[in-house]
C-alpha cells in the first residue's frame, strides 16, 4: 500500500528550489572549522554593511522559492537577542547589542515573496552551554526554539542539523510537542527519530539518486557517521539536496574554490531533476552583504535555470492510452514524407501526481522520429519519478514522445510530459 505524503510535504516538493544562508560568528574568523574548539571573541561580530533585503532580493532573481538562515550554528552563537544566552548579537558590538538577523532575514523574505526557514543546530560545543544529555539541555533547546518560533511571524521550515548529536539523548517528545504546539503547519528537517517531514538526501554535494523513492525505512543521519539509521516501518520523507557554492559553507578566503556554472547547473538537474529539492548555500562576508563573485556565479545560475526551462518546445496536450502517455507536435498527423517543424530536444521532463503517494516504478521514454513518425525509439530507460524527473536524451527532432510506465505500486498518473533543449 502506498503511503500518502502529506499537503505539506507536496508543497515542499514544488518549492524545489532554496538558498542557504550559513552566516554568523565564524563569518568573522576565517579558517575555523566545525568543532575544532577554537575560540571566537563575541566582539568579533559587526556586521556594518548587513543587508538581508540584498540575500534575499538574490533568491528571487534566481528563481528560488525559500531561503534558510543559520540562526545558530556549532558554535552556540545567537543570530537574534536571546534571553537564554550570552553569546550572540546582544552582546556583540553590532548596533549596540539592539540589533536583530533573524527579524531583519525573516522581514526580508515576507518582503519578497520567499518561504521562511531557520536553522538552528540541536548540538553546540562551548560558550557557556554544557551540551551533555539531561534536563538543563533541553530546557535551553526549547526556550531558544519557543523563542525563534514565536517572535517572528509564520516560520514555514526548521531545518534541524544533525551533526553532533550522534548517539546524543535528547527529550525528543517533548521538544516535538513544543514545535508543533507553537507551529502546526510547520515543516521539520531533522533525525527519522524525531518528527521529520523532510529527510537528508545522504550526502552535501547536491544530488539524489535516479532511484529516489518517496517511501524509506532507513536513511543516513549525518556526515561525522557512515552508519545509516534503520526505521521500525516505512515513512513518507520528500529528500532535500543541501550543497555549498564554495568549499566552506560560511564565508572564507577562498573565492577560487566557487563551482562553476556547468557544475551547478548539473547539481540542479541531479536534484530537481530526480524528484527532491536542491538548497545551494552561499556564505555572506563579514561585513554582511553577499561576495559579488558569488552573486555573479549565482545570477549566471538562476539565467541558465530560466533559459532552458522557463518555455517548453511544443507540443500539445497529454493523451493516455493503459499504461502510456504521450504528447505531439502538430506535425505528428502530417504525411510521411511532408518537411516538419518539430522542436529538437534533449530533455524530457515528467511529473507525477503524488497525491495518493509514489507510484511508478520503472519507465520508457520514447521520441517518435521527424520522418517516420509513427516509428519510435528508446532514448531512455528510468525508475522512480516523483515530484519531477529530468531525463537528458541524445538531440532529436522529435513529432512526438511517449512515456510508458513499466513497473508501479498500484494505479499511476502522469502529470505532465515536456520537451527542452539545454
Request: negative net charge.
Amino acid at each position: 500500500m502506498k503511503l500518502k505524503p502529506t499537503r505539506g510535504q507536496i508543497e515542499f516538493l514544488h518549492w524545489e528550489f532554496g538558498v542557504f544562508f550559513h552566516f554568523g560568528i565564524r563569518s568573522f574568523y576565517p579558517g575555523h572549522v566545525d568543532w575544532d574548539g577554537k575560540e571566537m571573541p563575541v566582539e568579533g561580530f559587526n556586521p556594518d554593511k548587513l543587508d538581508c533585503e540584498e540575500w534575499v532580493k538574490m533568491v528571487k532573481e534566481i528563481g528560488a522559492t525559500y531561503a534558510i538562515l543559520t540562526t545558530k550554528h556549532h558554535d552556540g552563537f545567537a543570530l537574534w537577542p536571546s534571553k537564554y544566552s550570552n553569546y550572540g548579537v546582544a552582546q556583540s558590538p553590532w548596533k549596540d547589542g539592539k540589533g536583530d538577523v533573524v527579524k531583519e532575514f525573516t522581514d526580508a523574505c515576507r518582503k519578497y515573496g520567499i518561504k521562511v526557514g531557520l536553522y538552528y543546530s540541536p548540538a553546540q560545543w562551548g560558550n557557556g552551554i554544557k551540551f551533555a544529555a539531561g534536563k538543563e539541555y533541553d530546557d535551553y533547546f526549547i526556550n531558544q526554539i519557543s523563542e525563534l518560533l514565536t517572535n517572528y511571524g509564520k516560520i514555514d521550515y526548521l531545518w534541524f542539523d544533525g551533526c553532533g548529536s550522534e548517539g546524543h539523548t535528547y527529550d525528543r517528545q517533548r521538544i516535538v510537542g513544543e514545535i508543533f504546539r507553537l507551529q502546526p503547519e510547520i515543516l521539520t528537517f531533522c533525525d527519522p527519530e524525531w518528527a521529520p517531514c523532510v529527510r537528508w538526501v545522504g550526502n552535501e554535494d547536491g544530488y539524489a539518486s535516479l532511484d529516489n523513492p518517496l517511501a524509506v525505512s532507513a536513511w543516513d543521519f549525518s556526515e561525522l557517521t557512515g552508519k545509516s539509521v534503520d526505521l521500525s516501518q516505512e515513512f513518507c520523507l520528500p529528500a532535500e539536496c543541501d550543497c555549498k557554492l564554495r568549499s566552506t559553507w560560511f564565508y572564507d578566503d577562498n573565492e577560487a574554490t566557487i563551482k562553476p556554472l556547468d557544475e551547478l547547473f548539473g547539481m540542479y538537474e541531479g536534484s530537481v531533476g530526480h524528484g527532491s529539492n536542491f538548497l545551494l548555500n552561499v556564505g555572506p562576508d563579514n561585513h554582511g552583504q553577499i561576495a559579488q563573485a558569488d552573486r555573479a556565479r549565482m545570477l549566471e545560475l538562476g539565467e541558465k535555470i530560466k533559459a532552458v526551462y522557463s518555455k517548453p518546445a511544443d507540443y500539445g496536450e497529454m493523451e493516455r492510452d493503459g499504461d502510456c502517455y504521450s504528447v505531439s507536435h502538430v506535425d505528428f498527423t502530417k504525411q510521411y514524407s511532408a518537411p516538419t517543424t518539430a522542436p529538437v530536444i534533449n530533455r524530457v521532463v515528467i511529473c507525477e501526481d503524488l497525491t495518493d503517494g509514489q507510484a511508478v516504478r520503472g519507465f520508457k521514454v520514447y521520441a517518435h522520429l521527424p520522418h517516420y513518425k509513427h516509428k519510435r525509439i528508446l532514448v531512455h530507460i528510468g525508475t522512480t519519478i516523483g515530484h519531477k524527473v529530468i531525463c537528458p536524451i541524445c538531440a532529436i527532432r522529435a513529432t512526438k514522445l511517449t512515456v510508458e510506465i513499466t513497473d508501479s505500486d498500484g494505479e499511476h498518473k502522469i502529470t505532465k510530459i515536456q520537451g527542452y533543449f539545454a
